[in-house]
């Protein structure tokens, strides 16, 4: 069967067989099939999609075009939580220490901004010297050492999805279920988990911006980490604005530290602490929500979880005086600029594609993989939906590296928050827990 075959079939709406996509994701790691023919195959699966069956074949050849993290001598829980991505996620830098103070083993595994979303890596490599390509053998001794490693996807880890999600990226063929759930599920499968949390993020700035593809991407990865004996369990959170105030790299970071420190904003806390709360219950260290709730709030006041951050930086050759000083030691942009509101009234939006794609302008993301990024530059989104300004309120401060890139995020800006008189309709941080057991409503909190 040629590769165009597979194509056709798969263009007309049929399906591959495990057996092809395992040979077929196979050469494709090894550089024998042409990106253009993947293209094809994956805008053949966005328009006529992938059953259980197929989507679980995928995700098996992508997993198995690569080795795996072989923890399973550590007597401890692994549990790592993976985000679809949004707009100002940090939750993972502040939620990875503060775990792994709580006990449980955390192998995470992050991806790098693409499209209008930020990465994990390229904030945390906003720290100086901070290096997140490991061998597995270095992040398997770091989880030994200090129960948390902070990586990305080597080529050893999942390379078919490595190459494949790229070119999804460049192909717009990154939101379709099957071929998320594969993709994320490839890489976390590899991780030697005990227990997966999933962060599947709904609105404006989610790859799924419907709850109902949200809550059919979350149960496509739940049968998948159950089939393969990860119990898995997924939250549904708000993204449709920024999370937090900071939206870039170094400001992320600093954030995160505030975070780390017992302050930054309450939303952020929230979504980090009903995570842990998560984490620490599937990995068996608390025996209830409320209980592990307490505990995370605990290891977050007494230091620790800063500690065990300041560990993880120093451990990957970041410096650790970061940690301390961030304003001192992250980079900072040349130009510092606050947009005031011109008009009195309610936010009703911060549309959070808007900011994600101006980030990228100012040269704070990647329109190819290839871009280099500067992590200095970003925003401070001063405005939630839902608050009340008079004219003259900031609405966000610019971090820019020079003026054009200024006067452009001015206009996004303008874009992005938008007025109105009445509130806008409150939506819930944390709106469903889906797990093997079905879906609960959770719709507390309420996010503006
Ligand atoms: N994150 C991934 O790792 N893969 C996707 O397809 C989307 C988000």
Redesign the pocket.
């Known amino acids: 069967m040629t590769v165009v075959e597979l194509i056709e079939r798969k263009r007309d709406g049929g399906a591959l067989s495990p057996e092809e996509w395992r040979t077929l994701m196979a050469q494709y790691a090894a550089g024998d099939v042409p990106d253009y023919q993947i293209a094809a195959l994956a805008m053949a699966v966005y328009f006529r999609g992938m059953d259980s069956v197929e989507t679980e074949a995928l995700m098996t050849a992508m997993l198995d075009s690569g080795r795996r993290l072989d923890l399973d001598h550590l007597t401890v829980p692994r549990i790592d939580k ?4 949004g707009v100002g996620d940090k939750v993972s830098i502040v939620l990875a220490p503060l775990v792994a103070a709580c006990g449980v083993a955390v192998p995470m595994m992050s ?1 790098r901004g693409l499209g209008h ?1 930020g990465g994990t890596l390229d904030k945390l490599e906003s720290i100086p010297g901070f290096r997140t390509r490991l061998t597995l053998e270095e992040a398997a001794r770091q989880v030994e050492r200090l129960g948390c490693v902070l990586i990305g996807q080597t080529d050893e880890i999942a390379p078919a ?1 490595r190459r494949f ?1 790229s070119l ?1 990226d460049a192909t717009a063929t ?1 939101e379709a279920i099957p ?2 759930a ?3 599920m490839s ?1 976390k499968l590899a991780e030697g988990l005990t227990g997966l949390v999933l962060d599947v993020k709904t609105g404006a700035g989610a ?1 799924m911006t419907r709850l109902d593809d949200s809550l059919k991407l979350a149960a496509t990865m739940i049968s998948i980490g159950e089939r393969h004996g990860c119990p898995t369990v997924a939250l549904l959170t708000d993204m449709d604005a920024p999370l937090g105030v900071a939206c870039g790299n170094a400001v992320e970071i600093t954030e995160s530290i505030d975070v780390l420190k017992g302050g930054g904003p309450a939303d952020l806390r929230e979504v980090t602490m009903t995570f842990a709360a998560e984490m620490l219950v599937l990995g068996g260290v608390s025996a209830t929500m409320d209980g592990a709730r307490a505990r995370a709030e605990q290891t977050l006041e007494s230091g620790a979880a800063l500690e065990k951050f300041r560990e993880i930086v120093a451990a990957q050759g970041g410096d650790p005086r970061v940690v301390d000083d961030p304003g001192a030691y992250l980079p900072r942009a040349a130009i510092e600029s606050v947009v005031r509101a011109e008009r009195s009234g309610t936010v009703q939006r911060v549309e959070p594609r808007v900011i994600g794609r101006a980030i990228t302008a100012l040269g704070g993301g990647r329109n190819k993989v290839t871009d280099t990024i500067d992590a200095s530059v970003g925003f401070l989104v001063h405005v939630r939906p839902g608050a009340k300004v008079q004219v003259g309120d900031p609405l966000a401060t610019i971090l820019a590296r020079d003026a054009a890139g200024e006067a452009a995020a001015r206009v996004a800006i303008g874009r992005a928050v938008t007025f109105g008189d009445a509130p806008p309709k409150a939506r819930a941080l944390v709106s469903h827990r889906v797990s093997r057991q079905g879906v609960e409503e959770l719709g507390s909190a309420g996010a503006s």
């Open positions: 993976h985000s679809t991505g991806g979303t999805d999600y999804r990154v071929l998320i594969a993709s994320i890489k790859f």
